[in-house]
């Protein structure tokens, strides 16, 4: 049966109950497809990377914060007093001046931060490669097989009808 509709038109169609006379067919019987057990996943082996990836951006953060201390550092080193006040304040006192004494605490504390940050990247980088578990184990259910079947479901659709004495029922059903 061939349907043709224009778009705004309205289409109805009514069944009629079926009379006493008339003998209404058994229903079809629907025998469901076979179940199929679901095939085993390969065991993945426990994980012996006993980190997880909260470490690394942990380190990753101090590594930014130290490299930002260090910058902060290096620039004050640089203009506080600078080599320019150093010369002037300590012409002919030599290491005993106290702006040079004040330009080398500064710079022995750059040189310590600046150590610091490259051995926080060293070992973060490290943690990162080496003992940090990045990908998680697929969900398993208590028999060790995977919740969710990898194998694609088959879809069906098939008409029905079921007659009843008072009422008659005609639909399409099926699995998905």
């Known amino acids: 049966m061939?349907?043709?509709?224009?778009?705004?038109d309205r289409?109805?169609?009514?069944?009629?109950?079926p009379t006493e006379a008339t003998p209404t067919p058994p229903p079809p019987v629907v025998?469901?497809?076979?179940?199929?057990?679901?095939?085993?996943?390969?065991?993945?082996?426990?994980?012996t990377k006993p980190?997880?990836?909260?470490?690394?951006?942990?380190g990753a953060g101090l590594t930014v914060v130290a490299g930002a201390a260090t910058i902060v550092s290096g620039i004050d080193t640089e203009n506080s007093p600078g080599a320019d006040a150093v010369r002037t304040q300590c012409a002919g006192?030599?290491?005993?001046?106290?702006?040079?004494?004040?330009?080398?605490?500064k710079q022995l504390r750059t040189n310590i931060l600046l150590g610091t940050?490259?051995?926080?990247?060293?070992?973060?980088?490290v943690v990162g490669v080496f003992f940090t578990q990045w990908s998680h184990p697929p969900s398993q259910t208590r028999?060790?097989?995977?919740?969710?079947?990898?194998?694609?479901?088959?879809?069906?659709?098939?008409?029905?009808?079921?007659?009843?004495?008072?009422s008659?029922?005609?639909?399409?059903r099926g699995a998905f």
């Open 117 to 125: 940050t490259i051995g926080l990247g060293v070992v973060t980088g």
């Open 2 to 8: 061939k349907i043709t509709a224009k778009p705004g």
């Open 31 to 47: 025998v469901p497809p076979p179940q199929q057990p679901p095939k085993e996943q390969p065991v993945q082996p426990a994980s």
């Open 11 to 17: 289409i109805e169609w009514k069944l009629d109950e």
């Open 51 to 58: 980190l997880g990836p909260l470490v690394f951006f942990i």
């Open 168 to 172: 008659g029922t005609v639909g399409l």
């Open 143 to 166: 028999s060790g097989l995977s919740a969710i079947s990898s194998e694609p479901t088959k879809a069906s659709i098939e008409p029905f009808f079921d007659g009843d004495a008072r």
């Open 93 to 105: 006192q030599g290491e005993s001046c106290q702006a040079y004494q004040d330009g080398r605490s």
